[in-house]
């Protein structure tokens, strides 16, 4: 029986450990590295839709059937992440639900998706201008906050990053630590031309940044 029980604890607690560890193994990976990974992970949060509205201001949606920028999971583990999930994005919903998929990045640009949305087949390189606009986290409401940064961005909690452009396309932007360090240590916010990789489909594109 105490063996039982001895052998039930561990087992919970290689699970508990099992994301964060995942989380570290893949800190710093670029768009090159990542190509190859195929180990899955779980986040619970909420979900939500970041996209431009009629207006050309950028909205944030907690309830949505559809969305047509980029949807971002705000983790219940005070972890942010793009959810890139191109195959199954029809059934993608707002609110509170359980996410499984592969996590690439680090702390400042975690993606969780799915294996079309990071796979090599229809990557290209690319050249978008636009809006950074920074997506500051609030855990306790769920929700992040669009915000246009007049100074560099580097000493804010960790966040995401998505570029908005002229025609109000939304791309979430992810890269090496370092290309994101650099893109947050600048002033420049608007009418900024980013060179990368472009991957996804309408709901999740994401731009790899150089």
């Known amino acids: 029986m105490l063996r039982g029980a001895l052998t039930l604890s561990m087992l919970v607690l290689a699970l508990t450990l099992a994301l964060p560890v995942f989380a570290a193994h893949h800190e710093g990976k670029d768009y090159d590295s990542m190509k190859g990974d195929d180990k899955m992970a779980v986040m619970e ?35 942010v992440a793009i959810a890139a999930k191109k195959d199954d994005m029809k059934g993608m919903k707002g609110g509170k639900q359980t996410v499984s998929g592969e996590l690439a990045g680090h702390t400042r640009g975690y993606v969780l998706a799915s294996q079309s949305a990071l796979g090599e087949e229809g990557a290209k390189e690319a050249s978008v201008s636009g809006t950074i ?15 246009v940064a007049t100074s560099p961005c580097g000493e804010k909690d ?21 290309a994101i ?30």
């Open 133 to 147: 606009v920074c997506l500051l986290p609030n855990y306790e409401d769920g929700s992040v906050d669009p915000v």
């Open 181 to 210: 360090s650099k893109l947050e240590s600048s002033s420049d916010r608007k009418n900024v031309e980013l060179q990368g990789k472009v991957l996804g489909d309408q709901g999740a594109w994401v731009l790899y940044v150089n």
């Open 158 to 178: 960790p966040h995401l990053h998505i570029v908005v452009t002229g025609g109000g396309q939304v791309y979430a932007l992810h890269g090496s630590e370092e």
């Open 45 to 79: 949060g909420t979900l939500i839709c970041v996209q431009v509205n009629e207006s050309g201001d950028v909205e944030t949606m907690s309830e949505f059937s559809e969305c047509a920028g980029t949807v971002v999971m705000v983790g219940s583990d005070k972890e």
